[in-house]
């Protein structure tokens, strides 16, 4: 029997809906489009090279590679890093949608006479009413050989360095001490309150709905293996404690935790590897610069001994409701996830924004300098700008620095929002426009011109301000590229 496939979706063009697969095993990454640096007498779909990270690699211009009438890339754009024969380089992208797992005969292939000899789709692929073109990445050049003419160079020094790959990991607390669970596998935060315990056997501690799903929630400390602290840390009244939903081995679970408190992003070449192989369920230890080490966790091994209880329970959707099982779509990015977080009130950023929190550390000002970001870390090496939100937006200073830094990034400038505390990460679909905000928001209006709704523990709607951090580092820093007077003297 032939197994399915596991291809990696992308918007080629928005206004077309024009839908492109790529094979999984291709995509190394997706990021934020970063400068790209032109290069004179190039093919046309050549738009140049772009800096990632310590590396540079080529970015096409897809939509000039198709033919398209548009061929523009707005600010919110995505870098498809894929490799191919050996040689990496960069797709552009209108934007992220999910990967997916497509069994053969959802695959059409389009037969060769009917392809004109440039023709890049190779074939379809049908998801219900959903229709992909399958991108044939050997189709993308004009000359055959262009790849083979590569860089000899360039291909031998990449073959002899370790190849670095950087994920971003959800940091949570157990027992006191640190896990991390890869960004792709956590879908959103919850409350405990929740919690419907009729369930509770083994290392299950309850289930609870949640937007018309039976959701089975664990009990972290007997996954961990760390079960004599269970019972005394779960009665505890612990106001920090969440359930973090994650999907895993095509189920969706929840785990209670003590305190979920950061997003790291992670070299691979950083991750210290487990010395026996058996012990699958952690990948790898990350040593912190407090000198202490996460474990991070591989959450399909974590479960492999409680996959029948945790299929069993979430089944329990089917013999009440028609909900359509989606388990196998994972998205790489999620659009619709925020992270919420206070500022004297309720705050969000969306997800796709965030590279990490961390603790507040070592805040240094800058000397004489004006605007909101008077202050720098050093996070590794590079030197981040710091926004003190409460003084952003007017609120009084509360006599002591926030707890945690937000650390964002767009226009390919990194930034960090000092905030009072992180709340939730959220998942909601729907987003509103601002209607008109009170006289402490005018002169930052630009900076919060969307809101969502948020559900808190005892169910009541709250309104969300949803932070554009483009508009923040574009219009209102030095860092950014059209700060102005009047903002400068509005800070003071």
């Known amino acids: 029997m032939i197994s399915e496939q596991l291809f990696a979706s992308f918007l080629l063009d928005r206004s077309k809906g024009f839908d492109i697969a790529v094979n999984a095993l291709n995509v190394i990454e997706a990021t934020n489009v970063r400068p790209i640096q032109p290069v004179p007498d190039s093919a046309t779909f050549f738009e140049g090279f ?12 897809l939509k000039k590679r198709f033919g398209l009438d548009e061929t523009e890339y707005d600010e919110n754009a995505r870098v498809a890093v894929v490799s191919l024969a050996g040689y990496r380089f960069g797709l552009l992208f209108d934007d992220i949608l999910d990967v997916l797992r497509v069994a053969p005969e959802h695959i059409f292939a389009i037969p060769h006479t009917l392809l004109a000899k440039d023709c890049l789709i190779s074939g379809l692929i049908r998801q219900g009413t959903r229709n992909l073109e399958l991108l044939d990445l050997n189709r993308l050049f004009d000359n055959e050989s262009l790849l083979s003419r590569a860089d000899t160079g360039q291909e031998q020094a990449q073959a002899e360095k370790q190849e670095k790959v950087y994920r971003r990991f959800i940091i949570f607390t157990c027992g006191g001490q640190d896990y991390g669970v890869p960004v792709e596998n956590a879908k959103e935060l919850t409350y405990c309150e929740s919690v419907d315990e009729t369930f509770c056997h083994g290392c299950i501690k309850g289930a609870l709905r949640l937007r018309g799903r039976t959701i089975p929630v664990v009990d972290s400390f007997v996954l961990l293996d760390r079960k004599s602290d269970s019972k005394r840390n779960l009665d505890e009244d612990n106001e920090n404690r969440r359930i973090l939903i994650i999907d895993a081995t095509d189920i969706r679970f929840g785990m209670i935790m003590d305190k979920v408190h950061r997003i790291l992003t992670v070299g691979t070449h950083e991750i210290l590897p487990m010395p026996f192989r058996e012990q699958q369920s952690v990948t790898g230890l990350y040593e912190t610069d407090q000198k202490s080490s996460i474990m991070l966790l591989d959450v399909d091994k ?72 008077t202050e720098v870390i050093n996070l590794r090496g590079l030197v981040v700008p710091v926004v003190d939100m409460r003084r952003f937006y007017g609120y009084p200073d509360r006599n002591r620095p926030g707890e945690q830094l937000i650390i964002c990034r767009a226009e390919s400038v990194t930034v960090a929002l000092e905030v009072d505390n992180i ?54 820093l030095n860092c950014g590229h059209h700060p102005t007077a009047e903002q400068d003297v509005s800070a003071d």
């Open 423 to 476: 709340n939730t990460i959220y998942k909601q679909e729907k987003h509103f426009d601002s209607p008109s905000l009170n006289d402490r928001f005018q002169a930052t209006k630009d900076t919060v011109d969307r809101l969502i709704d948020l559900s808190d523990q005892e169910g009541r709607q709250k309104h969300v301000l949803v932070i554009n951090i483009r508009n923040l580092v574009c219009n209102h």
């Open 50 to 61: 772009m800096r990632l990270r310590e590396d540079v690699i080529p970015v096409i211009n």
């Open 302 to 373: 974590m479960i492999q001994n409680h996959v029948d209880t945790l299929q069993s329970m979430a089944h329990m959707k089917d013999r009440n409701e028609n909900t359509k099982d989606v388990t196998g779509v994972h998205h790489l990015i999620t659009e619709n996830g925020y992270l919420v977080f206070t500022v004297e009130q309720l705050f969000a950023v969306q997800i796709r924004d965030v590279q990490e929190i961390i603790p507040r550390g070592t805040v240094m000002p800058i000397p004489s300098a004006r605007g909101h970001d």
